[in-house]
């Protein structure tokens, strides 16, 4: 039986942006007073409105056939995954259901829309993957796996991707693992991208010799509202940030940042260092700020 521990991207990033955060999180297993699960629900919505459709579509299905197959699964998987008790207002609620249904026309518009490509190429949503390097472990599940010849491209669906790891600001990496700045959401971007990437070299899907990608893809990047003579309409539009050549031309930093972070959670080793980059970057959202010493003892000291 192997004693690799395997953890996933999201693990390791909590650890990257605060150890203590990581402690309070996943060790002592305290709940977040001011958790919001809005988001949560609306990503889960849209995630499998996506999957329902590439799981129906065929390469051969025409444009309109995609988009009303959206449509049409809409409804029902809203209502799923919403609790209206998480809203303010029927108003808050009918305002991100209406904000969901943009995102989701605006990605599979039959004109334009990248979803229709997404959809036909298809091989599989939602896979698992896992991998192991040089004695680290990596787990976790890729949205969605396309195929175009001999190129598997991995993507990964969020709100947006503003702020997320590009080819022009992956230096930063190297900064974060040299303590001379914090830059947690990259980071955590680097791990997704090095275990889907890992993880699907490692699955049947990957045959020797193919080409693999990787991308983020924010189905709402854009939204506007617009004044209507009967209230408001929403519009929405997406945009994907690709990974690959980052994680290529960065691929040794981003390995000695999970193993610096693997090493710690294994360790056990959850003072936060350094904690003045910590202090200035991830305090201040952190869930967990009004119950943590190390933060509680610097504001005292002040």
């Excluded at 919403?82 to 943009?102: M, W």
Aim: aromatic share 10%; hydrophobic share 30%.
């Amino acid at each position: 039986m192997s004693d690799i521990v395997s953890l996933s991207p999201t693990r390791l990033a909590t650890y990257a942006t605060c150890s203590r955060q990581y402690e309070h999180k996943y060790v002592l297993d305290v709940s977040s007073p001011d958790e919001t699960k809005l988001y949560l629900y609306q990503g889960k919505a849209y995630h499998e409105m996506i999957e329902l459709v590439c799981e129906a579509t065929d390469r051969n299905d025409d444009p309109e056939t995609i988009y009303q197959r959206a449509v049409d699964v809409f409804d029902d998987t809203w209502e799923k995954h919403i609790d209206p008790n998480e809203y303010a207002s029927k108003a808050h609620q009918e305002y991100q259901r209406r904000e969901t249904l943009a995102g989701i026309k605006s990605f599979f518009n039959p004109d334009d829309g990248d979803g229709i490509e997404h959809a036909r190429k298809s091989v599989v949503t939602e896979k698992s993957i896992n991998c192991e390097h040089e004695g680290i472990g990596l787990h976790g599940y890729t949205d969605n796996v396309l195929r175009d010849g001999d190129t598997l491209h991995l993507i990964d669906y969020k709100r947006n991707v503003k702020g997320v790891l590009g080819s022009w600001s992956a230096d930063r990496l190297q900064e974060h693992l040299n303590e001379e700045a914090h830059e947690a959401q990259r980071v955590k971007n680097a791990f997704q991208t090095a275990a889907y990437i890992e993880g699907i070299k490692a699955s049947s899907l990957y045959e020797p010799g193919m080409s693999v990608r990787f991308s983020f893809y924010g189905l709402l990047h854009g939204t506007d509202v617009t004044s209507t003579p009967t209230g408001y309409s929403i519009s929405a539009s997406g945009r994907e940030r690709e990974t690959t050549e980052a994680y290529e031309e960065y691929y040794d930093t981003i390995w000695d940042l999970i193993r610096a972070a693997h090493e710690g959670i294994t360790t056990e080793t959850f003072a936060p260092e350094p904690f003045d980059h910590i202090q200035a970057e991830a305090c201040d959202d952190c869930d967990y700020q009004s119950m943590c010493a190390d933060y509680i003892a610097t504001e005292i000291q002040q």
